[in-house]
Antibody, heavy 119, light 112 residues
Framework: EVQLLESGGGLVQPGGSLRLSCAAS????????MNWVRQAPDKGLEWLSY????????YYADSVKGRFTISRDNAKNSLYLQMTSLRAEDTALYYC????????????WGHGTMVTVSS | DVVMTQTPLSLSVTPGQPASISCKSS???????????LYWYLQKPGQSPQLLIY???SRFSGVPDRFSGSGSGTDFTLTISRVEAEDVGVYYC?????????FGPGTKVDIK
C-alpha cells in the first residue's frame, strides 16, 4: 500500500526549532517529487515547499523561506522539514504530499503531524 | 502570488441534485506546453485532502464520474452531477504553474 507517515510534530516555544519527518512506503520514493503543505486550525491549505526527486531542486513559500529547509534521504525513503525560528502563526497540521510526475498534482497525502508554537 | 478565489464559500445541497463550484485565478494557468495546471481536491471531515481532478478536467483514479471539471485560462468549474452524502467536505482548487503554488480558500459542501 502506498503510504506517507509524518512524525516529529509537537509543542515548541516561539523561536524554537523542530524537524518533521515523512516516511514513505509502497512506492519507489526516489522517483517522486515531494511537497509539504500545512493547514492552520480551521483554516485552508497552504503550500510550503517542494523538493525534486534527486533533492537538488527546492522551492519555498515566502512565509517560510529562510526559516524552513526541505530535504530528503532516498536511501531511507524519507522526507524532512527542518523548521527554525518558529512563530505562533506556524501552528498547523503539516502534511507531506507526493507529486505525480509531469502532472504536478498531489496524489498521495499523509495524515499530517501537528505543530503547536506557544509559550 | 497567484490568487485563487472560489465561489461560493459554502454550499448546502439536496442529495441527488447537482452542485457547482467556481474557481478563478488572478493569472492564466496555461503552461507553454499546452497543459493547464489546475487541480481540485476534496478534504472530507477529519481526513487529509484527496485529489479529484488534475489538468482542469481529468478525473483521478477512482474518482466517481459524477465529478467533472471544466474551464480554461483563469476560470474553472467543478461540477458534481448528483451529490451524494459522501461528497460532504471542503473542496479546494489549486494552481500548479506559478510559484508559490496556491490554493483557493475552500468551498464547504454539506447536505440539506
Amino acid at each position: 500500500e502506498v503510504q506517507l507517515l509524518e512524525s516529529g510534530g509537537g509543542l515548541v516555544q516561539p523561536g524554537g526549532s523542530l524537524r518533521l519527518s515523512c516516511a514513505a512506503s509502497g512506492f519507489t520514493f526516489s522517483s517522486y517529487e515531494m511537497n509539504w503543505v500545512r493547514q492552520a486550525p480551521d483554516k485552508g491549505l497552504e503550500w510550503l515547499s517542494y523538493i525534486s526527486s534527486s533533492g537538488t531542486t527546492t522551492y519555498y513559500a515566502d512565509s517560510v523561506k529562510g526559516r524552513f529547509t526541505i530535504s530528503r534521504d532516498n536511501a531511507k525513503n524519507s522526507l524532512y522539514l527542518q523548521m527554525t525560528s518558529l512563530r505562533a502563526e506556524d501552528t498547523a497540521l503539516y502534511y507531506c504530499a507526493r507529486e505525480i510526475p509531469r502532472l504536478d498534482a498531489f496524489d498521495v497525502w499523509g495524515h499530517g503531524t501537528m505543530v503547536t508554537v506557544s509559550s | 502570488d497567484v490568487v485563487m478565489t472560489q465561489t461560493p464559500l459554502s454550499l448546502s445541497v439536496t442529495p441527488g441534485q447537482p452542485a457547482s463550484i467556481s474557481c478563478k485565478s488572478s493569472q492564466s494557468l496555461l503552461h507553454r506546453d499546452g497543459k493547464t495546471c489546475l487541480y481540485w481536491y476534496l478534504q472530507k471531515p477529519g481526513q487529509s485532502p484527496q485529489l479529484l481532478i488534475y489538468g482542469v478536467s481529468s478525473r483521478f483514479s477512482g474518482v466517481p464520474d459524477r465529478f467533472s471539471g471544466s474551464g480554461s485560462g483563469t476560470d474553472f468549474t467543478l461540477t458534481i452531477s448528483r451529490v451524494e452524502a459522501e461528497d460532504v467536505g471542503v473542496y479546494y482548487c489549486m494552481q500548479g504553474i506559478h510559484l508559490p503554488r496556491t490554493f483557493g480558500p475552500g468551498t464547504k459542501v454539506d447536505i440539506k
